[in-house]
Antibody, heavy 124, light 107 residues
Framework: QEQLVESGGGVVQPGRSLRLSCAASGFPFSRFGLHWVRQTPGKGLEWVATISYDGGQKYYTDSVKGRFTISRDNSKNSLFLEMSSLRGDDTAIYFC?????????????????WGKGTTVTVSS | AVQLTQSPSSLSASVGDRVTITCRAS??????LAWYQQKRGSPPNLLIYDASSLESGVPSRFSGSGSGTDFTLTISSLQPDDFATYYCQQFNSYPLTFGGGTKVEIK
């Protein structure tokens, strides 16, 4: 069974750093791109970052560029999000999600497996 | 960035009703659109990809249509398990973006 489990969330003061992890199981991890998506309590979803299957390509939403770094360790089936200079508006539930991958000869980027999320609260 | 506008933001419907949710993109995104269902306390669940392809395991009462800028998610006969919030997401270009969501409530 394909599974993603996030960890590393918590309460952190503004300006500090936090590292989120996402442990994967049940699928060939190194063959799929991965994403971080966040959700403010009671509000909608916001895409945060994407990393390609081999880590060679990374994309970020504008509000986190220069502050957040997405990375992966394919030998440990793990995805990470290093967050620095945290602000109040970074407070959210952070989900990791996996791309669908190869389907009928085409690679699909849609997010078919999601973790349950880890909560980050930025507050003094 | 491509903006996705969902409408309505909420709706009330009864079991058995046909429900339609729309998602409009600020620029053309071909068919690179997904629909998700999210229930309280749970992550989103992929329903539709490529605008109209049904994800494996998703009931056939869900369907998607559209291309370019206008997309629709239809639930042909609303079931008790379908009361949730629905989101569209575009994958045509970075930054990836989500619609604001449509909450489907019991009438």
């Amino acid at each position: 069974q394909e599974q993603l489990v996030e960890s590393g969330g918590g309460v952190v003061q503004p300006g500090r750093s936090l590292r989120l992890s996402c442990a994967a199981s049940g699928f060939p991890f190194s063959r799929f791109g991965l994403h971080w998506v966040r959700q403010t309590p009671g509000k909608g979803l916001e895409w945060v970052a994407t990393i390609s299957y081999d880590g060679g390509q990374k994309y970020y939403t504008d509000s986190v560029k220069g502050r957040f770094t997405i990375s992966r360790d394919n030998s440990k089936n793990s995805l990470f999000l290093e967050m620095s200079s945290l602000r109040g508006d970074d407070t959210a539930i952070y989900f990791c999600a996996k791309e669908q991958g190869w389907l009928n000869g085409l690679y699909n980027y849609y997010l078919d497996v999601w973790g349950k999320g880890t909560t980050v609260t930025v507050s003094s | 960035a491509v903006q996705l506008t969902q409408s309505p933001s909420s709706l009330s419907a009864s079991v058995g009703d046909r429900v339609t949710i729309t998602c409009r993109a600020s620029q053309g995104i071909n068919s690179a659109l997904a629909w998700y269902q999210q229930k309280r306390g749970s992550p989103p669940n992929l329903l539709i990809y490529d605008a109209s392809s049904l994800e494996s395991g998703v009931p056939s009462r869900f369907s998607g249509s559209g291309s370019g800028t206008d997309f629709t998610l239809t639930i042909s006969s609303l079931q008790p398990d379908d009361f949730a919030t629905y989101y569209c997401q575009q994958f045509n270009s970075y930054p990836l973006t989500f619609g604001g969501g449509t909450k489907v409530e019991i009438k």
